[in-house]
């Protein structure tokens, strides 16, 4: 196999950095927050993952300081909304840079609804939220010790919403959620259904 070998400090040498192409396709991090002033927040962070199951913990990435990442260091509270295929475009939209004062629940036509333990509201048409507090936010480091300007926010979730229509037998239809995921390049997603899924055990 001849493969392509490349240093990332020094470029990839291709049309697009594949990193993200490679690592992908992954969960979206929807994260609503609010403001010390009240302002509802909403935006999305593909540099998220779950890290743990008892107690659950999920985090997301802010490269750059970003009106999220203030709010989560001001109120040690965020939601995680999950992104399925009839909101994609309700959640690119999020993304835009909008001033701190702009209402991304607004902005993107979508309602907000009241979490039960967090401040912050979830989004109300999405399926799934995540009620979470801040437990670390930590900046990463390169190789070399030196500081690079992202911010890894860690969250447990302290409240779980589940809409019951994906309940079947109490079982999450993650299939027929319609989850969407982000791939690489400047507009690739993916959405997941029935004919994504297989099943293997564990080797005992
Ligand atoms: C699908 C998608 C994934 C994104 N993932 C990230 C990410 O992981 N980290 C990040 O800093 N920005 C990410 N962005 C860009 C932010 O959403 C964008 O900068 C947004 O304006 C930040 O909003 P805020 O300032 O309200 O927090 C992503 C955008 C989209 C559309």
Redesign the pocket.
């Known amino acids: 196999m001849s493969t392509h070998f490349y240093e990332p400090r020094n470029g990839h040498g291709l049309p697009h950095d594949p990193f993200n192409a490679i690592v992908g396709p992954r969960p979206?991090g929807w994260i609503s927050s609010l403001s010390l002033d009240g302002v509802p927040?909403l935006?999305?962070?593909?540099?998220?993952n779950a890290f743990n199951y008892v107690p659950p913990i999920v985090g997301?990435?802010?490269?750059?300081e970003?009106?999220?990442l203030r709010n989560v260091r001001d109120t040690g509270e965020f939601v995680w909304n999950l992104a399925t295929r009839p909101l994609a475009e309700a959640m690119?939209l999020s993304?835009?840079?909008a001033a701190p004062e702009v209402d991304?629940f607004a902005l993107a036509g979508l309602n907000a609804a009241p979490s039960r333990l967090v401040s912050v509201p979830r989004v109300a048409e999405s399926p799934v939220s995540f009620e979470c507090r801040v437990t670390q936010i930590i900046q990463l480091q390169g190789a070399g010790g030196e500081a690079v300007p992202t911010w890894l926010t860690l969250g447990e979730v302290v409240g779980v919403h589940i809409d019951e229509a994906l309940l079947k037998d109490g079982v999450y239809d993650t299939a027929g959620a319609g989850h969407i995921l982000?791939g690489g390049g400047p507009a690739d997603y993916f959405s997941i259904g029935p004919e994504q899924l297989f099943r293997m055990f564990r080797p005992r």
Not at 43 to 48: I, K
Not at 60 to 64: D, E, K, L, N, R
């Open positions: 979206i927040n935006a999305p962070y593909s540099f998220f997301f990435a802010s490269i750059g970003k009106d999220t690119n993304c835009t840079a991304e982000r």
